[in-house]
């Protein structure tokens, strides 16, 4: 079986909330639209776009965002460098002017009712989230592509083979949890040190340390941000934040206006279970209200799972001493091994499997990081995901009104708890691989996701989404 090249900057993303495949991949398709219109028609603009949302990105578009990225990417602005707090006025002003700032250059009729469908009964056959992107050029020629949003950010085009584009010679080639554990013993290598040496094929070492920095720095960032917002969720839920009000439980009412002065009284409180578990939950909540609000986060493998990775990091430094730029590395660096491998051998799109491939994933990965970084063995670490991830089979996506809020902000405190419960047993168990292995759970996962009833996969119509219905307003 070829080996699928996966980065860790490929399993973590900095963008946008509040979803991966709804609004990062959809986000990253309109620029690759643009881009190759760019190509194929050099210094012409279209005389008019049309794009027509298929499938679980109709059904839970609007929740989503998926409207809002497919306009900003036409528009030519950028996930990671965008200001968020001017994503909503270029919106209104589209819907207001009717008109579009094609690439961010000249500006082209733009009607939102008509050139922007969201097609409710229709799905394509290769993945739920498929939109279409038809353009009519000045010389009259009528331009028609389609792409796919996989999960994670990830973005396929039609009858493009993903896998052969991103293909690079690694030393260290692999797609199973059996491949990093050969990888591991043959070498002596712990999980971070073989991805390194992969990562090593695409950039210099130092510059993946300071690209996976910058993915912690975001992730601190956002999770401070989380902890000292307040108010309502937009969308129509009428979800409070809960992260501000309990982080100002636990700190007192002082204010803190940087991460290490706050992370410092964290740290000097007490360590009882409670106060830990409070945390840990805490982090979570904070990150994914920021996500539901269109905030700025890292895919940990996804936005709606994006809060997971951070809150058992955030626990890690602040009760277990991990406070280093070194340990952080590391952790990340195992964690998108991880992810990686769930993303080869099943999915991490809820579109096509549930919220297991979302918060399962997550859980697994950041699982696996936290007991490599307490000093467990390789074997310790993969039985660690495997556990997290046994624990998540089957578990559905029915997010209420399409929104990234109900249960989704939850499930990441659930997520959190679980991986770290997860690691302190492999921790204290000696793995037997012999009964049940990280592929084996991988597997088991994929099949469910097969099995599984379409409606609970991101589809609003089914679960919680159907027995507290919420009509979203009309953006």
């Known amino acids: 079986m070829p080996h699928e090249s996966i980065s860790v900057f490929d399993m973590f993303k900095i963008g ?3 979803s991966s495949s709804h609004t990062l991949g959809p986000w990253r398709a309109a620029q690759r639209f643009v881009d190759s219109l760019q190509q194929q028609f050099p210094g012409m603009i279209p005389v008019s776009v049309k794009i027509l949302l298929y499938g679980s990105l109709a059904k839970t578009g609007k929740g989503h965002g998926t409207d809002v990225a497919v306009l900003m990417g036409l528009s030519g602005q950028d996930p990671v460098t965008i200001d968020v707090n001017e994503i909503a006025p270029r919106v209104s002003d589209i819907h207001t002017q009717r008109k579009l700032h094609w690439a961010g250059t000249d500006w082209i009729d733009f009607e939102p009712a008509t050139d922007l469908q969201f097609l409710f009964s229709e799905t394509l056959p290769f993945h739920p989230n498929g939109l279409s992107f038809l353009a009519l050029m000045p010389d009259g020629e009528a331009i028609s592509e389609t792409y796919y949003s996989v ?27 059996g491949d990093l554990l050969h990888w591991c013993m043959k070498t002596g290598m712990a999980i971070h040190e073989v991805v ?13 340390r300071e690209g996976v920095l910058k993915i912690w720095y975001t992730m601190r960032d956002c999770t401070f941000r989380g902890c000292h917002n307040k108010g309502e969720l937009p969308g129509g839920l009428h979800v409070r934040r809960r992260a501000f009000d309990l982080n100002k439980k636990l700190v007192g009412a002082n204010t803190y206006t940087d991460y290490d002065s706050w992370l410092q009284v964290i740290r000097q409180k007490n360590n009882s279970f409670q106060y830990i578990l409070d945390w840990v939950s805490c982090f979570a909540l904070a990150v994914n209200e920021e996500n539901a609000s269109f905030g700025r986060v890292v895919t940990a493998p996804t936005n709606g799972a994006a809060g997971v990775i951070p809150a058992v990091l955030q626990y890690f430094i602040a009760f277990c001493d991990g406070y280093t730029e070194e340990k952080i590395i590391r952790f990340l660096l ?14 991490i799109s ?13 859980s697994a990965m950041a699982a696996a990081a936290l007991t490599e970084s307490l000093g467990g063995t390789q074997k310790q670490a993969l039985m660690a995901a495997e556990i997290a991830m046994e624990h998540h089979l089957g578990l559905t996506c029915d997010p209420i009104g399409g929104l990234v809020q109900v249960p989704c902000i939850e499930r990441n405190t659930m997520g959190a708890i679980k991986a770290i419960t997860a690691s302190q047993l492999a921790l204290q168990s000696a793995p037997d691989y012999a009964k049940v292995s990280l592929d084996k759970v991988i597997r088991t996962m994929w099949d469910t996701a097969l099995d599984m009833n379409s409606k609970y996969k991101e589809t609003a119509d089914g679960g919680l989404a159907i027995h507290i219905p919420l009509s979203l307003p009309e953006c």
């Open 16 to 18: 946008v909330g509040p």
């Open 151 to 177: 999960g994670g950010g990830f973005v396929v085009k039609e009858q493009e083979n993903a896998a052969a584009a991103n293909s690079v010679d690694l030393p260290f080639p692999i797609n199973t949890s």
């Open 196 to 208: 390194m040496e992969n990562e090593s094929s695409w950039r210099p070492e130092a510059e993946t």
């Open 334 to 347: 195992t964690a998108s091994e991880i992810g990686s491998i769930f993303k080869k051998g099943a999915t």
């Open 350 to 362: 809820a579109a096509m499997g549930g919220c297991q491939a979302e918060i399962g994933v997550s």
